[in-house]
């Protein structure tokens, strides 16, 4: 079995927020982290910060919805880092709006993003860890997945993300590699911000008013969810898989 400091991690959507958050603390449990995002150059300072503290880290550009892209990006990681054997896929967009009002490309380039990337990702890393007879995979469902007025497109793909992690945990599991799922609650980032100001918001208030409807009476934080994600990947996670946990101050289900 391949010693935790020498696992090479990816973590999708790496930028910024959760996904960014996520690849700080593999670096920091002693994973090499392979931080892709849409653009290198948004990608390298989650990379910078994690070789900067003494990490081995690299940033990816690369469009996960598409599947060259995927490849190139995977034989990269491989080339740098080493065969990865936990994935992490976090990329995620929004492209919100009522039924009657969003537009085929809103519902396509959602889809595109959360579940054509997840399994393109998915499938480009798998045979690592089948080689390696150890794997990790760990998706970014949210409690939208529950329904949510005004995101049809991302409830219907954070639940189908749901139902790929269950399936991949039933494929998978004879190799040694598990697969779960974080669906987090209401998390203060970069997108949970840009709702508020398309919404008129103010975002201090707006966070507070969220956070009197958890029961643990706040919001969420990028760190709260990486976590959660750092449990699912560590060795005494070996015996769960195909769970998806709601990482949202208070029970959803």
Not at 30 to 53: C, N, Q, W
Not at 75 to 101: M, S, W
Not at 146 to 152: H, I, K, T, Y
Not at 182 to 188: D, H, K, S
Request: one cysteine or more.
């Amino acid at each position: 079995m391949t010693a935790p400091s020498s696992r090479v991690a990816v973590v999708t959507g790496a930028a910024r927020g959760l996904g960014a958050a996520t690849a700080l603390r593999l670096a920091a449990d002693g994973m090499a982290v392979a931080v892709i995002d849409l653009e290198e150059s948004a990608a390298k300072g989650t990379a910078d910060a994690i070789t900067e503290a003494g990490g081995r880290a690299i940033a990816v550009g690369a469009d996960v919805a598409d599947a060259a892209a995927v490849d190139a990006a995977v034989e990269r990681i491989v080339a740098e880092l080493g065969p990865p054997t936990v994935l992490i896929n976090n990329a995620g967009i929004t492209r919100d709006n009522l039924l009657f009002k969003m537009s085929e490309t809103d519902w396509d380039s959602v889809m595109n993003v959360h579940l054509r990337g997840s399994f393109l990702m998915t499938k480009a890393c798998q045979g690592h860890m089948v080689a390696a007879q150890w794997g990790r995979i760990v998706n970014l469902s949210s409690t939208s997945a529950l329904g949510n007025r005004g995101q049809v497109n991302y409830s219907a793909a954070k639940a189908g993300l749901q139902g790929f992690t269950k399936t991949l945990a039933i494929e998978l599991g004879r190799f040694g590699i598990t697969a779960n799922c974080v669906a987090p609650g209401f998390i203060a980032s970069e997108m949970t911000r840009a709702t508020a100001e398309r919404l008129g918001q103010d975002w201090e208030e707006w966070q507070a008013a969220r956070a009197k409807e958890i029961p643990v009476q706040r919001v969420g934080v990028p760190e709260d969810i990486a976590n959660m994600v750092a449990f699912f990947v560590g060795e005494s996670a070996g015996y769960v898989s195909g769970q998806v946990i709601y990482v949202a101050g208070g029970p959803k289900v």
